[in-house]
């Protein structure tokens, strides 16, 4: 079964540090270009970072750039997130993705998690 579980969100005050991680199951993710979105109550879904299959680019949301840092592990076959300095605002529901393109648009994204939820506190 092709699927993407994400974990390792949790609670923390502004200014701590989270680290999300991708397993995918089904699929080899360093084969694909995987990205990570997230979604906060009320708002709609938005891009946050991804990584290019080819070579292994980045690339980021401009509020999230220096904060968060997107890597692969290819021997536990996962896709994380480093999350440092972490505000308020970047309470919401992250999900990863996987595409055929690299790119932040949603639209392109055809495998999806199920989300892990972060919530930063003031």
């Known amino acids: 079964q092709v699927q993407l579980v994400e974990s390792g969100g949790g ?11 991708c397993a995918a ?3 080899t993710s360093s084969n694909y270009n995987m990205g990570w979105f997230r979604q ?6 938005e891009f946050v ?3 290019c299959r080819s070579g292994g680019a980045t690339l980021y ?11 692969r592990d290819n021997a536990k076959n996962t896709v994380d997130l480093q999350m440092n300095n972490l505000k308020p605002e970047d309470t919401a529901l992250y999900y990863c993705a996987r595409s055929a393109i690299c790119s932040r648009g949603r639209s392109l994204y055809n495998l999806w998690g199920q989300g892990t939820q972060v919530t930063v506190s003031s």
Do not use: N, Y
Request: proline fraction near 3%; glycine fraction near 14%.
């Open 11 to 21: 609670l923390v005050q502004a200014g701590g540090s989270l680290r999300l991680s």
């Open 25 to 27: 199951s089904g699929i």
């Open 40 to 45: 906060a109550p009320g708002k709609e879904r």
């Open 49 to 51: 970072a991804a990584i």
């Open 61 to 71: 949301a401009d509020s999230m750039k220096g904060r968060f840092t997107i890597s």
